[in-house]
Structures are given as structure tokens and as C-alpha cells.
């Protein structure tokens, strides 16, 4: 076991990493999706199906996972999803068809989803109140620079021939170092209580746990003993607006976007994501040093309003800028490729790289042009597919750059009023605010429905744009921010300063939740004279 000065900097490595491979994995294939539309030839139904594989796969952990984390323990399930994750990455880097890349990426999302439940909780757990709050939210951070290090891997390997598969492996990485600094963390707060070197990171909370405490089943998350309903009803409101304002489309379709208001070139539009990497990343920074000042419940509701104003400013951004919503599919056969593209000398000649401007003056639907200029026969389109690309014969016009920048200043304040509420805060409040008997369980049965959310919007998203256009659905995800923002108000407690097992109590009582922020300031005072005490 380590000393005790290295418990605290273990659980935060732990805890990064998490993040980390959480992150890179999610955005990865914002940049990979277009080298692998050219090498496999994929059409909009199967690059949709390869974006939302990872989902499926996470939402089949989210399923079990709860019974796992609970029954072999919150350490053996990370370093169990780490093995998974390291197959789900060989089967990518190795891919020589679409099955085998649909699998690799759902045993990634399995991987992905079981970790990060158990990343969650373990930390919770082995932290003190005045600790776990920034330990939870270094594992957002470590989501930020998870998919800043993805955008910038994507842009670095952009030429690369075969650059998706070195994008895919990478991941497996930072799980392995997870993995070493796992070895040297007790398993949990059972395992915990006999380790006097965690006291000074717990604060004497570790021992607390009484053999003698209730047992709760699957079934008492929706009764109303101990207020195990009204927990339920906050995790799942939080996960749910989570991913119903459309954060998840925000990272795995950033390039389209970008592209769609007129950033021009696929180069243009990855450095862009790029830029949005690190705002999230120096959002997420803010939001740690703030969680345990301002609170959980100020970040959220500051968070989903700025949520909502920006996206409902990008979506009037996008009623001025002229976009093209016809039938074009993102792969056209018998196009030209286009010259100059980064790596074009690998592609496929009778494949044009997908979501660039067009330069093709002919009123038909939009296709690449390049040194030759060449036309698809009719009927090469496929009419079941969403073209995001601007107009045929758009140019980026001077008095459409302010519109432009404009898209790009709202796009960097959503993600970042994310990284600041739902995105850190979400599974913190979950990681706290059930009974340790249940809480893998509880805390899987949350993050399934945040799964299934997040796959329902990332497959409709194109759909969507298709049937009310881009503008009407940013506006869509702006008001369901509004009602977003009342939930959090009237149902979301305040638990800063308060330890597990004081939480816990809290619940246990009538529930009145615009009066639970109070009661927490002299419970958190009391508590950290007790920490001070057993830390001396």
C-alpha cells in the first residue's frame, strides 16, 4: 500500500486518466470518420451506424454494469473495462471491414461506459468532502483533454495514409497507465476502512460503514423508503437534459458543424474543433476550482442557462447564413476527388471526400469539384441522406465573416457552460446522493437512460436537421435548456460540503429541495472540524 502523501495525487491520476480515455474515445471519431467514408466507401446510414456502434455498446454496460461494479468491486471493474478496451482498440487499429470497426467500437463504448460508472463512484468514495468534489471533477477535465487530444491527433494524422487506425489505437494508452496507478489504491471503502494511510484523504469516513446497514434492491429506486424515489428522479433528470440539449452532437459531428456555417475546407474546420478542445478544457478547470465554492447547484444552473442562450444564438446564426438541407449524401460515386486534400493520394478515385464546400455553378445538387470538373450522373445521389455542406457556389463572403465568428464565439460558449454544470457536476451529484449499498447499481441505471439519450440524439441528428433544418433544431435544444434549467431549480439539492453518510441522511428526510441548500452550510462546517480532528 502507498504512503499517505501519495493517496491523494493516485486518485487524481486515477481519476484523469479515466477521463481521458473517456474523452479521446467519444470525440475520436469527429476526425476519423472522414478518412474511413473514403477508405470503406461508406454511405450516411452506415457512417451513422459506425458513430452510434460505441453508444450501443455503452448502453449494454450501463445495463450491467451497475451489478458488476457492486459485486466484484469498484477497482476490479476499471481494471476489467481497461482488458475490454485494449481488444476493442486492436480490433480497430486492425479493421479490414465495416464489421469488424462496428465491433471494435462497441466493445470500446462497453469499456468506456463500465469505467466510467466505477471511475465515478471509487473516487467518491475514497475522497472527503472537501476533496471529492474537485477528484469527480478532474475526471471531466480529463474528457476535456481527452477530446482536445483526439481533435489534435485527427489533424496531426490527417495525411497520414491509415491514419484512422493509429487514431483508434492511441486509446488504449492512457487506460494502461490507469491500470498501474490502479495497483496501488485499495479496492473500496470497505478495503479502505483497514488502511490507516487513507485517513488523512478521507477524513475518518472510510470507517463509518456499518455491516448492520440496510441491504436495497433494484426495486427500491422507485419507492418511496429512505426518499430512494426522489434520488432517482434528480439522477435521471440531470442525465437526461445532459443529453437532450445536444452536447453529444456538439463532439461527434464538431467538424460538420463548423463546416455547414461556412468554415471552408476540412482543415479549417478540424483546427476549429480544435480551439473548442481547449475552451472546454479551460472551462472544466474553472468549474473545479468552483465546485466547492460556489456549489453544485449554482454551477448547473449557470451552466444550462448560458447552454441555452448560445445555442439558441447559433441557431439564429444559422437562419441568416445560407445553408443547403437537399438530398446529397455525404458520399457521391463517381465524383473527382478533390486536389490537394491532405492524404489524397490514398483515396479512392471514384470517392470525393465528404462536408466540403462545393465550387460547381450548376443549380443541381452539390458536388466536389476539383482541377477537372466533372458531374455525377443523376441519379447518383442518394435521397435518403442529409447534406450539411453550404449551397453550390458558395464562397465565404465578407459580410457573412461576422455571422461566421459569431457561430464560432456561441459553439465555444455551449461547450463550455457544459464543461462548467451537467458535464462535471451530473456525475458528481450521482456519485453522491445514493446509499453505498446500491450506488454501482443506482449510478448504472442513470447513466443507461444517459446513454440512451445520448444514442437516440446522435443517430436523429442528421434526421432532425433534415425534417425542421440546422436553425429550428439548435433552437429545439435551446428551449429544451430552458426546461432544463427549471428542473434543476425546483428538484436539484445542494451537497457541497457535506460527507456520504450526512448526504445520505439529508435524503432520508422530507424532502424539500430549495430548502436543502441551506441546511448543508453548518453541516459542512461540522464535518470539516471533525476531518481537522482525525487528520491530527
Known amino acids: ?21 473517456f474523452g479521446y474515445e467519444l470525440a475520436v471519431i469527429s476526425g476519423a470518420l472522414l478518412p474511413l467514408q473514403l477508405d470503406f466507401g461508406l454511405s450516411c446510414s452506415q457512417q451513422e451506424l459506425l458513430v452510434g456502434s460505441l ?15 457492486d459485486h466484484y468491486g469498484r477497482k476490479q471493474a476499471i481494471l476489467g473495462s481497461n482488458l475490454v478496451l485494449l481488444a476493442g482498440s486492436l480490433s480497430l487499429g486492425l479493421a479490414s471491414s465495416l464489421a469488424w470497426l462496428l465491433l471494435g467500437r462497441s466493445v470500446a463504448g462497453f469499456a468506456i461506459s463500465l469505467s466510467s460508472m466505477a471511475c465515478c463512484i471509487h473516487v467518491s468514495e475514497l475522497a472527503g468532502p472537501r476533496q471529492r468534489g474537485v477528484l469527480v471533477a478532474l475526471y471531466e477535465a480529463g474528457i476535456t483533454v481527452g477530446v482536445l487530444l483526439s481533435y489534435a491527433l485527427n489533424y496531426a494524422l490527417a495525411g497520414t495514409p491509415g491514419g484512422w487506425r493509429h487514431m483508434f489505437g492511441w486509446a488504449a494508452a492512457p487506460a494502461l497507465l490507469q491500470s498501474l496507478s490502479l495497483l496501488f489504491l485499495p479496492a473500496g471503502t470497505v478495503g479502505a476502512a483497514g488502511h490507516k494511510d487513507l485517513i488523512p484523504l478521507q477524513g475518518g469516513e472510510a470507517t463509518k460503514l456499518d455491516p448492520g446497514r440496510p441491504r436495497y434492491t433494484f426495486v427500491d429506486l422507485f419507492r418511496a423508503r429512505d426518499n430512494m424515489r426522489g434520488r432517482t428522479i434528480v439522477g435521471l433528470g440531470l442525465v437526461l437534459f445532459q443529453q437532450l440539449t445536444g452536447q453529444p452532437n456538439v463532439l461527434a459531428y464538431a467538424s460538420t458543424i463548423f463546416q455547414s456555417v461556412g468554415f471552408q475546407g476540412g482543415s479549417s474546420a478540424v483546427l476549429a474543433s480544435v480551439g473548442l478542445g481547449a475552451v472546454k478544457v479551460a472551462a472544466t478547470l474553472m468549474a473545479m476550482g468552483l465546485v466547492e465554492r460556489a456549489g453544485r447547484r449554482a454551477l448547473l444552473l449557470a451552466g444550462c442557462a448560458l447552454m441555452a442562450l448560445s445555442v439558441s444564438g447559433l441557431g439564429l446564426v444559422s437562419f441568416a447564413v445560407p445553408l443547403h438541407s437537399g438530398p446529397a449524401c455525404l458520399a457521391m460515386p463517381n465524383a473527382t476527388r478533390l486536389s490537394g486534400l491532405p492524404g489524397d493520394s490514398s483515396l479512392p478515385r471514384g470517392l470525393a471526400p465528404p462536408l466540403l464546400p462545393t465550387t460547381d455553378q450548376s443549380p443541381r445538387p452539390p458536388v466536389l469539384s476539383a482541377s477537372e470538373k466533372t458531374r455525377p450522373p443523376p441519379g447518383a445521389e442518394d435521397p435518403t441522406a442529409l447534406s450539411l455542406t453550404p449551397p453550390a457556389g458558395l464562397s465565404p463572403a465578407p459580410e457573412h465573416a461576422l455571422l461566421h465568428w459569431t457561430a464560432l464565439v456561441c459553439m465555444m460558449v455551449f461547450v463550455s457552460a457544459f464543461s462548467i454544470g451537467f458535464g462535471p457536476v451530473t456525475w458528481l451529484v450521482l456519485s453522491e446522493i445514493y446509499p453505498v449499498e446500491i450506488r454501482g447499481r443506482a449510478f448504472a441505471f442513470c447513466n443507461s437512460f444517459n446513454w440512451a439519450a445520448n444514442l437516440f440524439i446522435s443517430l436523429s441528428f442528421l434526421d432532425l436537421i433534415g425534417a425542421i433544418g440546422l436553425s429550428w433544431t439548435f433552437l429545439l435544444y435551446g428551449l429544451t435548456a430552458v426546461f432544463g434549467l427549471g428542473f434543476i431549480y425546483l428538484f436539484v439539492p445542494e451537497t457541497k460540503g457535506q460527507s456520504l453518510a450526512d448526504i445520505d441522511q439529508q435524503f432520508q428526510k422530507k424532502w424539500f429541495p430549495l430548502s436543502f441548500g441551506h441546511r448543508q452550510s453548518s453541516a459542512g462546517i461540522q464535518y470539516s472540524r471533525i476531518e481537522v480532528s482525525a487528520a491530527s
Request: glycine share 16%.
Open 55 to 69: 453508444l450501443v455498446g455503452a448502453l449494454l454496460a450501463s445495463l450491467v454494469g451497475g451489478c458488476l461494479i
Open 1 to 21: 500500500m502507498g504512503r499517505p502523501s501519495l493517496l491523494l495525487p493516485l486518485c487524481a491520476s486515477v481519476s484523469l486518466l479515466g477521463g481521458l480515455t
